[in-house]
């Protein structure tokens, strides 16, 4: 069914956002979601950002030149607490702009991933199973630079975050009945901590596939080629793979330098490189900066082990499974594999930490320790 749906106002005028700051500041709870263009830089451009509390709504455009000073400072304050579903985008627009996180988050993906609803599931399913409401996402691919935005893109984004605090309340509820609304305030503060990590340009390695397959010295030459990417496309401001696909960097690692006399990099001429870009990239792969993995040989022998001691591993996999069924949680959730080689490795792990450790990680440690 479509619920109907508390009246909102656009803002565009620095009087309104003044006023609505004012009547939102004594708010313990509201709805956040943001919407932005990002197809042809590298920094989102953010576009609107809009709010929902008990009872207004209201879509701000970030267009019109505003003093959004205020407006942060009420995102900011640790009294407020801010519900977004699956925020992190919206976090990192938040960062690139304050270069800090908000805290004091209740993302409604990962309250619904507690409760056993799949961990990626998205607003419009999670409001039908959750609270019988329908909302169209039509708008999705919008250009939100545009001006005059029209009905449809109105709609859109004002459904977004209609229903949010409803949403919440209902999840919160589920939350507490399963004693189980402490690991999502674990679960948001451990989302934030990753975000921050992995905004940092020197962390955006980890992201990349199958960087972790390779030898140790084209890990190397790959960690430093896409920190060399990251800066050289956020001052260019396009998207890192206009400069060089993953696939592309993958490949320039693996150069045996050893048995050439020059670098034949002319295929790469036309990314939007120019001939600075290309001797930047010679050097990297002839001397790869070797300070920045200090982990990587640790986070690579965390892997090997997982791979070469596969009955330990059996019983590990069995362990999750079983814990995962009787949590009525995906096992994703409650452990990657990513979470278990941190484990075995001593490295970071979520298992070593808060609920995941007493429901999962220490009788997997007991696991590990009884096979060494």
């Known amino acids: 069914m479509r619920e109907k749906k508390k009246a909102f106002k656009f803002i565009d005028s620095q009087k309104s956002l003044d006023e609505l ?3 939102l500041e004594h708010e313990k709870i509201i709805g956040i979601d943001t919407e932005f263009v990002r197809t042809r830089t590298y920094f989102p451009k953010l576009c ?4 929902a509390s008990a009872n207004t709504m209201s879509c701000i455009d970030c ?5 959004m000073s205020k407006l942060w400072s009420l995102i900011y304050s640790q009294d407020i607490e801010k519900v977004l579903h699956s925020g992190s985008q919206d976090l990192e627009i938040f960062y690139m702009i304050n270069k800090t996180l908000p805290s ?3 993302d409604t993906q990962i309250a619904a991933s507690l409760l056993g609803y799949p961990t990626q599931i998205g607003i419009k399913n999670l409001l039908m199973e959750e609270l019988s409401i329908s909302i169209s996402k039509s708008e999705t691919r919008s250009d939100w630079s545009k001006r ?3 009905k449809k893109q109105i709609i859109y984004a004002i459904d977004d975050i209609a229903y949010l605090l409803k949403l919440s309340a209902s999840l919160k509820k589920k939350l507490k009945s399963k004693k189980r609304l402490h690991w999502n305030t674990e679960d948001c503060k451990s ?6 990590g992995l905004m940092d340009q020197d962390n955006v390695w980890k992201k990349i596939p199958g960087i972790n397959k390779l030898k140790l010295n084209e890990s190397y030459i790959a960690i430093s080629l896409a920190n ?3 800066a050289a496309a956020a001052k260019k401001n396009i998207p890192r793979k206009w400069l060089m696909e993953d696939s592309d960097l993958i490949q320039l690692s693996k150069i045996n330098i050893n048995s050439l006399k020059t670098i034949d990099l002319n295929w790469l001429i036309g990314k939007n490189f120019n001939d600075q870009d290309i001797n930047e990239i010679e050097k990297l792969i002839k001397n790869p900066e070797k300070n920045i993995t200090a982990n990587l040989s640790d986070r690579k022998k965390g892997r090997h082990y997982y791979e070469k001691n596969n009955k330990l591993m059996q019983k590990i996999t069995k362990e999750i499974t079983k814990q995962s069924s009787e949590l009525g949680i995906t096992q994703e959730v409650l452990a990657t594999k990513k979470d278990v080689i941190g484990l075995v490795n001593k490295d970071e792990s979520r298992l070593n930490s808060g609920w995941r450790k007493s429901m999962l990680g220490l009788k997997l440690q007991q696991l590990i320790a009884s096979s060494e």
């Not at 267009?63 to 003093?67: E, F, H």
């Not at 989302?191 to 921050?196: A, F, H, S």
């Open 21 to 23: 700051v004012s009547k």
């Open 48 to 51: 609107l950002i809009q709010i």
């Open 63 to 67: 267009l019109v030149g505003l003093d």
């Open 104 to 106: 004091n988050i209740f």
């Open 148 to 150: 005059p935005l029209d």
């Open 191 to 196: 989302m934030l901590k990753l975000r921050t």
């Open 228 to 230: 060399w990417r990251e």
